[in-house]
């Protein structure tokens, strides 16, 4: 049964080759001319005013954390949807109380403003 | 041994199968992109660059030569490397975006009989493959060292994993309707007409997915990844050359992607709409192929730039809320209404 991926693992390796091989040839092909005004960081011809490692909204973050919770839910829901005709209404209650704690989850981070943006 | 060597050598070829008509669409999907949008906004779009010919000159074959002209002109370009960039993060980046947008299609059959793996978790694989891709931009945007790359970068992933969320329900809804992982049994559980292909059962999970999958993207009007305007070029402000076009090329490559994966899960992959009806489903209109395939990925692909050439750019708040407060309520709720649907027996799994 793994034998039907291998041509997976072979695709993902020549997809790298791809993207590594069009860098080096743009590298070998491009010429070089550094100097010190071309090399520095672009903001629109200013100077750079401060370092770019600089503090950032913490919503990134809590967005960030969101995403964690609910991929891990449709996780759950996959393989509830493949089987949903073999384990009938028992499942599909089960889910029912899975979605509604969801959904409780998801009606506090509304209501605390986790999710508004502005 | 050499048994071994000639399977790999097969496989290699038909990976190349699909990898080179694949580049030739982003290529040409470049310049239908700025042809369509120019006549949209009443312009002629590329119409100087035609192909060297022995003995005809200017012949410019409506600018169909600007691709290759684009490519050759980035691949001489010089690849700025900024002296303040972490160098090989930013070497690596893109290579970290192409490398699963090509990847995906390794599952992805093109009729029933042409598919390179045909594996039995190939909708897993698909969501791991285009999640892959934000590595890419994040990986970009921080290597870069550039405030602009660096914003277009966060932009950019908060985005992209916002939608992914509704992405990953819209799948959800497919396999209640499907009971399957494996893409090819996902377009024969389809199987019978036009409205038993998953779109009309799930209708507000197929308008999401391919919304969402403008989002994913980066596309026009969720492009605030870009910004023009605001932050110049996003998370690729500080590349040029090849390392451009490679980011070039994986956002096509990852439109084509959703394109074709929107056909394959909602509108019946290579089925012919005209099976079963009388009169048009005797003639050739009426037989299940590949070219039924790319017709439908050909008229989503236009809808990228239909949408494009349509919509103003939306404000950031106003993609967070789209995402979050409009897409996640109703796919969840459709979700349920669909496995509604196939518990009480309404719509019957592979009928």
Redesign the interface.
Known sequence: ?LA?????L???G???V???A??T???L??????D?E???????GFE?FED???K??V??YL??I??II??LE?AF??PW?????EI??LG?NA??LF?AL??VG?VVE?KNGA???? | MLDALLE?AW??I???AI?VPLILTVAYFTYAERKVIGFMQVRMGPNRVGFPLPFIKRFHLLGLGQPFADVVK???????????ANKFLF?LA??????????A???VPFSDTMV?????AGL??ILAMTSLGVYGIIIAGWA?????A??GA?RS??QI??Y??AM??A???V??MS???NLSEIVNAQRGGVFDWFWWPLLPLFVIYFISGVAETNRAPFDMAEGESEI?AGFH??YS???F??FF?AEYANMILIACLTSLLFVGGWLSPFAGVPLLGDTILGTDGIFWLLAKTAFFMFMFLWLRATFPRYR??QV??LG??VF??IT?VW??VA?LL??LGVVV?GS
Do not use: H, Q
């Open positions: 049964m039907e991926y291998f041509p997976v072979v695709f993902l020549i997809s790298t791809i993207g590594v069009l860098v040839l743009g590298g092909l491009g010429p070089s001319n550094p010190s071309k090399l520095s960081p672009y903001e629109c750079a770019t490692r600089m950032f909204d919503r990134y967005v960030a969101l995403f609910f991929d449709i829901f996959i949807a493949v089987a949903l005709d009938g209404w599909f889910m029912l979605v969801l959904i998801f509304w999710l508004e943006w502005e | 790999l496989i290699v038909k990976i190349l990898c980035l691949l001489l370009k010089e690849i700025i490397l900024p002296e303040n070497v893109p290579v970290m975006a192409i490398a699963p947008a090509f990847a299609w390794a599952v390179l793996a045909d594996i039995n897993l694989y870069s060292n550039s405030k602009y660096f914003l966060m992933a908060a994993v916002s992914e969320i990953g329900f799948l959800v809804g396999l209640i009971g399957t992982l110049v402000v500080e050359g090849a390392a076009a490679v090329l950031y708040d967070m809320r979050w407060k996640v309520p969840i979700i349920l496995a196939i518990m799994r």
